[in-house]
Each structure stands twice: as structure tokens, then as C-alpha cells.
């Protein structure tokens, strides 16, 4: 669309993590620096946590382009499984075929793959992306398969890439193994106001074919205000900026067209509510049993506990690569961004209004469904009551049954039905001269007068 207009090769605020356009800023080196050490000393479980959009898929995408032939990586993306999907999922994409087995042959085969690979100088690196998906089972399951270890060392390494609602699982008391396990940790923090200006340059200077485009210092801190620092949202409000100077034939990016922007953006509810760049924790409450385990703070060195430099890791070999730095003694206070403390307080009552409204719809559509239910209700009680009177009435009576009845000269058939044939005269005479008197019949024998109709004499 743009990439024309301002000389780019291609668009350089694209949503995909794109490891091409990995800024190096101070928190995702250091996480980065974490990952390689925690895989190159064979640490059981390493784990990094960021908020929506910090960019760990980005991170991680990095690290798998860098591992040797010594790594063998199966990775989980999709995490919304039980337990023994989540072993399928693992060992399918480690080119083995669980179906139709039973899951201790699904793990007996899992195991002599593992073994296979240490014996042909291989690890295998179990990532799993998503974690905070993970249902407490799961958790429980991934932490029975770092148990598969031989003497000196583990067969499988896990990693595990998550939001902060990770560390609310975490904390409960059933997950207290697992949690005792993790020998490496690191937490994403937001970008400050420096590092949104280079971030965004560095990323219009890679895509750039001749002298790059750069958005002035306060623009950038615009967007930094806006965005909390959370490098997705920088990319959208970013491209849309230059979306909106194409449109214009703007050659130039000021604080006027960022302004437009964002409003635009704000009104079409792209960009959503400001975010918290202090947010660590889950803004799911943590249960009152977790809050033993103690407040987690804003540092790169300390998550439920552990500590996530490399060189400071008890179990951490002498040998230590030169680029796991260790952790500063202070902890780096994280980036505040102007303005958003203010502007979440003037979101507050907004949002409780919208809670309100909501809560008087839900009740209305109840008493709409009860309403609806009673009418049902009432319909169907009256179509019994017609069924039940149906039944109990006599049957009805056609017209012409009815006029027989009232008139019983009337043939109850139409046509009237054709009347027997007469009997014989023999028959009929027979039967008369049963009825005739002694003296009669006395004088029909003396003077041999042959029988006939009564009628007739």
C-alpha cells in the first residue's frame, strides 16, 4: 500500500513475529541472554513471562533460528489440552506416532526417543508456548516428564513462554514441585520512552530501501504514551500513522497526523483500554493461599522466588557463557508511562457505568425469558384442557342421521335400500289359514274349495 510512496521494501510494523525485526532493547537482550544459558547448561526449566503483545513469540522465534543440530525442539502452541494431548501433541511434532497407544506405551516411547537422542549427542527441547493456558494437570504432567533424566544430567529440557497469569498457577500450593524446579526466569517489562523512538526507527531503517523515514521524537513519545510501551501496540498505532500520511501524500510524519491517528483509532476501539505497563501479576486476584508465597516485583532477576541470573544460579557451572550477565543489585523500578495512571482513574467510572448498563440488560433479558416461559406455560396447559374435552365428547352425528331420528318414516339411508321380495303365495296362504275359524275351514274341505287370499273372498 505504502511501501512505495516512502521507499520501503516492505512494511515494517507487521503484526508477525517477524524475527528480522527484533529490536535489541535492554529487557528482551537480557531475555534472550537467559534463554541461551538456560539451555546451554542444561537448566530443567526455564521460563519467561511478558504481557500481551511484549513481544515473546518474536523472542522466542529468535532464539529456535539460532539453535544447532544439537538441539532437537518439539513446540507446543496450541495448550488448550489434557494432559495426554499434550504428550501427542509433543511427540508428533517430534515426528513420532502415538495414535491408538496407550499412555505408558506413549511414554515408553517417548522415553527411548529421548535416550536415543543423548546417545547420538542430541538434547531435546520441549517448548511450550501459550503456558498460561495450561491446566493444572498439564502442569503437573509437563513436570512427570523432566522426572526422565539419567544420573548426571536430563533427557529433556522445557521451556516454558507465558502471560503473567503463568505465575498465579504457579503460586498455588499444588504446583509447589514444579515452581521449586524453575532454575531460570525472566519477565518482559514495556518499553520506556527511549526505546519506543529507537524501536520504531530501527524497525523503519530495516525496511527501508534508500535513506530511511524516521518519526520525530514527539511523535514517538506519543505513541509511547498511548501504547504503554507494549511493542504490538506500537506497531498498529505505527502503521496506521503511515497509512494515514499515504493517504495525505504526507512525506513527513508530525505530531498533528499522530494526534489524528490516534483518535481515530481510540474511536474505533482498535487500540482498547490503556494498558498497565506496571502490570505483572494476573488481573485475576490471587487466592488468599498463594499470597504466602510473597509479593513479586518488577525485576528481572527475581520471579516466585528464584533467581534468574546466569552466573548466580547456585547450580550454574563455573563455565558460564560471557553473555548471561549477572543481575544489577538494584532492582530496575519499571517504566512508568506519563499520564496512564491518570487516565485509567478517568476510565474507572466509564467502566463502572458500562457494568451497570450491563448488569440492568442481563436483568431485563431474564425477566423477558421468564415472561416467555409463564406464556408457554399457560398455551400449554389450554391445549391439554381442548384435548382432554375432545376426547370426553360423543361422537358427532351427520345431518342425515339426525333428520331419520326426527322423523322415523324417513329411511335412515340414501338411497332408501330396495325392500325384500314378497314371499310366496303358498307360504302366504299357509300362514293365512292359520288365522281362519273351524266353522270356515270345515266348509272349504266339504265343498273342496281350493286355498286362497284372504283378501280375495
Not at 138 to 153: G, P, Y
Request: aromatic share 4%; hydrophobic share 40%.
Amino acid at each position: 500500500m505504502y511501501e512505495r510512496f516512502y521507499r520501503l521494501r516492505e512494511r515494517p510494523f507487521a503484526l508477525t513475529p517477524d524475527p528480522d525485526y527484533l529490536y535489541p532493547s535492554k529487557m528482551h537482550s537480557e531475555a534472550l541472554g537467559y534463554l541461551r544459558y538456560g539451555i546451554e547448561s542444561h537448566a530443567g526449566f526455564v521460563m519467561i513471562t511478558g504481557a500481551i503483545g511484549s513481544g515473546k513469540t518474536t523472542l522466542l522465534q529468535t532464539l529456535l533460528r539460532t539453535v544447532d543440530n544439537r538441539i532437537t525442539v518439539s513446540r507446543v502452541m496450541n495448550t488448550l489440552l489434557d494432559p495426554r494431548e499434550l504428550i501427542e501433541a509433543a511427540m508428533i511434532d517430534l515426528g513420532l506416532d502415538p495414535a491408538g497407544m496407550s499412555k505408558p506405551a506413549m511414554l515408553k516411547m517417548f522415553g527411548e526417543f529421548l535416550v536415543n537422542e543423548r546417545a547420538a549427542g542430541r538434547m531435546v527441547l520441549l517448548v511450550i508456548d501459550e503456558a498460561q493456558n495450561l491446566s493444572l494437570p498439564a502442569l503437573e504432567e509437563i513436570r512427570m516428564l523432566s522426572n526422565m533424566e539419567t544420573e548426571k544430567s536430563k533427557l529433556v529440557q522445557i521451556l516454558l513462554i507465558g502471560q503473567p497469569d503463568l505465575r498465579d498457577k504457579l503460586s498455588r500450593p499444588e504446583l509447589e514441585q514444579l515452581r521449586q524446579r524453575i532454575t531460570v526466569s525472566h519477565h518482559l517489562l514495556p518499553l520506556d520512552t527511549e526505546e519506543t523512538a529507537r524501536y520504531i526507527n530501527h524497525r523503519l531503517a530495516r525496511a527501508s530501501i534508500g535513506a530511511p523515514l524516521e518519526f520525530p521524537r514527539a511523535v514517538t513519545d506519543r505513541i509511547h504514551d498511548r501504547s504503554g510501551g507494549i511493542p504490538r501496540l506500537i506497531n498498529v498505532i505505527a502503521d496506521a500513522t503511515l497509512v494515514f500520511g499515504y493517504g495525505e501524500e504526507r512525506c513527513e510524519i508530525d505530531e498533528a497526523l499522530i494526534k489524528d491517528v490516534i483518535a481515530d483509532l481510540d474511536e474505533t476501539g482498535v487500540l482498547g483500554l490503556l494498558p498497565n505497563p506496571e502490570r505483572i501479576a494476573s488481573v485475576v486476584p490471587v487466592e488468599p493461599v498463594m499470597a504466602a508465597t510473597g509479593p513479586v516485583t518488577a525485576t528481572t532477576g527475581d520471579v516466585l522466588g528464584l533467581r534468574t541470573a546466569g552466573p548466580s544460579v547456585e547450580a550454574a557451572p563455573a563455565s558460564a557463557p560471557a553473555f548471561a550477565a549477572p543481575v544489577p543489585a538494584a532492582p530496575r523500578a519499571a517504566p512508568t508511562a506519563p499520564g496512564v495512571g491518570r487516565a485509567n482513574l478517568a476510565i474507572e467510572p466509564e467502566l463502572a457505568e458500562r457494568e451497570r448498563q450491563l448488569r440492568e440488560r442481563e436483568k431485563q433479558i431474564a425477566d423477558r425469558e421468564r415472561d416467555l416461559a409463564e406464556q408457554r406455560r399457560v398455551l400449554a396447559e389450554q391445549h391439554r384442557i381442548l384435548r382432554a374435552a375432545a376426547a370426553a365428547a360423543p361422537p358427532p352425528v351427520s345431518a342425515g342421521v339426525a333428520l331419520a331420528e326426527s322423523r322415523p318414516d324417513t329411511p335412515t339411508h340414501w338411497p332408501p335400500r330396495s325392500e325384500a321380495p314378497a314371499p310366496s303365495s303358498y307360504r302366504y296362504v299357509a300362514q293365512r289359514r292359520e288365522t281362519r275359524t273351524f266353522w270356515r275351514r270345515l266348509r272349504d274341505t266339504l265343498f273342496g274349495i281350493e286355498p286362497v287370499l284372504e283378501d280375495s273372498l
